[in-house]
């Protein structure tokens, strides 16, 4: 499973608002949050937490190896690399919008090392009843109201939305093993091909869930994959945006990328993963359907 509950956890960026709030709702949650990172900040304490000028420092008192950084889009790579070098092995990017040849470059640094990159532009992700990563579901009492442990893990391109299947399945009974955020960036680290091959490997997951949308060409590379080698998991897929599916060219929302050569498309995207044998979800209602084996 990605995030192992024993895991030291460092925010790099730490004394930032969006950061500050996040810790204190992760620590509420459980999360072990061991140290945090703001350059010409250390000697602070964010929520009980020690802050430190560089993850050397923090990793030479605390050896966290799971890192979430919430910094500016042009310091998002330094403070990759500089995780990588102080041996994290999983990596958070909530930042949105980092610019690409610098997500294409932390990306390559982090298959070197064996770091697992979720993001950038990701809310977050977590294994309900044990612990979480990030903004992902809001403060904590919401988080606790929309997510449940079970045995159905979902992927999903935007944030808002993995809170609001989560919350979808929890009402309905259906608990979730672990719920990410994929990034919306038109560059991610782990897409849905990669997480699905991790996700086969975990014992605690029985079916997935995707949330896709219009734009870039994730949701097909998935069905090319699943034609070659199906998978174990049952899957069920729900994708938003089919009013927009026949604008060709149009850029879509946060993820930055477009519908163009005939890939992209919701059209396209629902036909190649029915293809590949994955249940097509075309309402809210029909998701416990879709894992009902879950």
Not at 80 to 103: H, N, Q, S, W, Y
Not at 193 to 200: A, G, K, P, S
């Amino acid at each position: 499973m990605l995030l192992d509950p024993e895991a030291g956890i460092v925010v790099q960026g730490i004394t930032g608002r969006e950061a500050s709030r996040m810790v204190e709702d992760s620590l509420a949650y459980g999360s072990n949050i061991v140290a945090g990172v703001t350059p010409g900040k250390g000697g602070q304490c964010v929520h009980g937490v020690p802050v430190y000028d560089t993850v050397a420092a923090a990793a030479d008192l605390h050896q966290p190896t799971v890192s979430v950084i919430s910094v500016p889009a042009p310091a998002v790579l330094d403070a990759a690399l500089e995780g990588f070098e102080a041996g994290v092995k999983l990596c958070l990017i909530m930042t949105e919008r980092v610019p690409r040849l610098d997500t294409s470059k932390l990306l390559v640094a982090a298959r070197r090392v064996g770091c697992t990159v979720i993001g950038p532009n990701s809310l977050g992700l977590i294994r309900p009843g044990v612990a979480k990563l990030g903004t992902i579901g809001g403060r904590v009492d919401n988080v606790r109201h929309s997510f449940t442990p079970g045995r159905v893990a979902i992927l999903s391109r935007s944030g808002g939305m993995t809170t609001e299947i989560a919350s979808f399945l929890t009402h309905r009974g259906i608990g979730q093993s672990i719920a990410i955020g994929v990034g919306g960036d038109a560059i991610i680290g782990s897409d849905f091909t990669d997480l699905i091959e991790l996700l086969e490997d975990d014992p605690s997951t029985d079916a997935v869930v995707i949330y896709g949308e219009p734009g870039g060409t994730a949701e097909e590379q998935l069905a090319e994959r699943l034609k070659k080698k199906p998978s174990r998991l049952h899957m069920t897929a729900f994708l938003s945006g089919w009013f927009v599916d026949d604008l060709e060219g149009v850029r879509f929302g946060h993820a930055a990328v477009i519908v163009e050569g005939g890939r992209g498309s919701i059209r396209g995207k629902v036909e190649a993963l029915r293809e590949a044998g994955v249940f097509i979800a075309e309402t809210f209602e029909q998701l416990s359907e879709g894992t009902a084996c879950g």
